[in-house]
T-cell receptor, first 112, second 115 residues
Framework: GNSVTQMEGPVTLSEEAFLTINCTYT??????LFWYVQYPGEGLQLLLK?????DKGSNKGFEATYRKETTSFHLEKGSVQVSDSAVYFC???????????FGKGTTLSVSS | GAVVSQHPSRVICKSGTSVKIECRSL??????MFWYRQFPKQSLMLMAT?????????EQGVEKDKFLINHASLTLSTLTVTSAHPEDSSFYIC???????????FGQGTRLTVV
């Protein structure tokens, strides 16, 4: 079946450090891929997305590239801030109308 | 943008009572809404898929009679936790999708505490 695997956290970084959160997926065909962010006590917000191979999603300094050959969608940011501290979820949707399938989430903690 | 509003954000109820959680799409019509449950420091577990005008589709292991879902209109779905018990305490999140769109928009979540 379809699934998403994320690197386990927590990830602890100092401000301005480089961030990578690995995400790989298993799916038939060409799913759409997403990164969502969840701040403490809140719901999920879409961070970025990519709908086809080689697409790069980007938002707020975060980037992720849809790599079909490695079935990956790693999240990166060149310089993290304390305000980026949150839980990050990688997700896929296989076809329109179906539910998102989430990874287990990665907690990021950034200290000043 | 697309906004999904979930209400209430927090609720405390006594064991044995029922609690209703509302999920509204404020500026778009959502033919499909999804209900998730999130345990502390864990991922989101899909509970059910709610389609307007038809019965919800529940995931394996989710009790239909305990978690009643009604999708009465294109902008409203409700989740009712019946005869709540402390083990039902959790964070419940809804999401809605515009027709023919893969992106899902999420509500703010509801923190349910059963005492």
């Amino acid at each position: 079946g379809n699934s998403v695997t994320q690197m386990e956290g927590p990830v602890t970084l100092s401000e301005e450090a480089f961030l990578t959160i690995n995400c790989t997926y298993t799916a038939t065909g060409y799913p759409s891929l997403f990164w969502y962010v969840q701040y403490p006590g809140e719901g999920l917000q879409l961070l970025l997305k990519a709908t086809k191979a080689d697409d790069k999603g980007s938002n707020k300094g975060f980037e992720a590239t849809y790599r079909k050959e490695t079935t990956s969608f790693h999240l990166e940011k060149g310089s993290v801030q304390v305000s980026d501290s949150a839980v990050y979820f990688c997700a896929l949707v296989h076809q329109a109308g179906t539910a998102l399938i989430f990874g287990k989430g990665t907690t990021l903690s950034v200290s000043s | 943008g697309a906004v999904v509003s979930q209400h209430p954000s927090r609720v405390i109820c006594k064991s044995g009572t029922s609690v209703k959680i509302e999920c509204r799409s404020l500026d778009f019509q959502a033919t499909t809404m999804f209900w998730y449950r999130q345990f502390p420091k864990q991922s989101l577990m899909l509970m059910a898929t709610s389609n307007e005008g038809s019965k919800a589709t529940y995931e394996q292991g989710v009790e239909k009679d305990k978690f009643l879902i009604n999708h009465a209109s294109l902008t409203l779905s409700t989740l009712t936790v019946t005869s709540a018990h402390p083990e039902d305490s959790s964070f419940y999140i809804c999401s809605a999708r515009k027709e023919a769109d893969t992106e899902a928009f999420f509500g703010q979540g509801t923190r349910l505490t059963v005492v």
